[in-house]
């Protein structure tokens, strides 16, 4: 599989852009750029430089940053879920959601402070290196050299072969399939279907994936007799958002791997 040079070349210079706005700017919106460009290079020294020393080192130092925005990430997106529920909620549960939403908040805030300071010690040496990075990279488009991202088949063949998906195994599924994603979109053909079942299948287990975090911090945060109903509304919707994933991600599985399709069909009943 060919490669889509001038993609990866884009994706280097929006990390390097998203490095440097965060100094001004820690909206939703750039947090949410910083993560989705870290892990797009994680998916370009993968897919096109695995052994390349100048990568690794960059791979090394955007790590910590990946982590760090996605803790932030991860606040921004149950907010937005707590939000969802208070719209549709009675108002006798508003105290327990303020509660809980005031809890998300403050981890933001302690997540947002550690994240500022990540990027600003590796700020000036992410951009220096991806910017050499990018260099190599055009040099190797120039020299007319293809690339046959084996990173990718390795990916397919284990989703392919992924043993029957429940929610102890539907998180690790949806890590491998969302990096399968990112190297894909390096490609400069790919089956629109296949495309669009991995996006279906990231949208549906990540939104199961949040509420079920949520689920975890509301059982904390909460009394479990006082805030009895908010607790029981977040538990059912978690359960809905699982069937969902898994109806999706199978589904996913059908379109990508149609030979394998009768082994799936038994996991769907089963689950």
């Known amino acids: 599989m060919n490669v889509d040079m001038e993609r990866a070349l884009k994706s280097l210079h929006r990390l390097r852009t998203a490095m440097k706005d965060l100094s001004g700017d820690t909206s939703p919106e750039q947090i949410h750029r910083l993560r989705t460009q870290a892990r797009r290079l994680e998916a370009i020294v993968h897919a096109l430089s695995p052994g390349e020393a100048a990568a690794r080192r960059l791979l090394k130092l955007v790590k910590p940053v990946r982590k760090a925005s996605g803790k932030v990430r991860d606040m921004d997106v149950l907010l937005a879920k707590l939000f969802d529920l208070s719209s549709e909620g009675a108002e006798e549960a508003h105290e327990p959601r303020v509660l809980l939403g005031e809890h998300l908040a403050r981890v933001r805030e302690q997540h947002l402070d550690r994240l500022c300071r990540v ?153």
């Not at 050499?132 to 990279?137: E, F, P, S, T, V």
């Not at 539907?170 to 490609?187: D, G, V």
């Not at 911090?217 to 809905?240: F, Q, W």
């Open 119 to 271: 990027v600003e010690r590796r700020r000036k040496p992410v951009r220096r290196l991806a910017r050499r990075y990018a260099r190599h990279l055009k040099k190797e488009q120039e020299a007319g050299i293809a690339f046959s991202p084996a990173a990718c088949q390795v990916l397919m063949a284990e989703l392919e072969h992924w043993p029957k998906l429940h929610a102890e195994n539907l998180h690790e599924f949806r890590i491998r399939a969302k990096e399968l994603r990112y190297m894909l979109q390096l490609a400069p053909s790919v089956e629109p279907a296949h495309m669009e079942a991995l996006t279906a299948t990231k949208d549906a287990t990540g939104d199961w994936h949040d509420w079920l975090e949520l689920r975890h911090i509301a059982s904390e945060v909460l009394d479990n007799d006082a805030d009895h109903d908010v607790l029981r509304r977040i538990e059912s919707i978690t359960r809905d958002k699982l069937r969902t994933a898994l109806t999706t991600t199978n589904r996913l599985r059908s379109t990508m791997f149609p030979a394998r399709q009768p082994a799936r069909q038994s996991a769907r009943k089963a689950a």
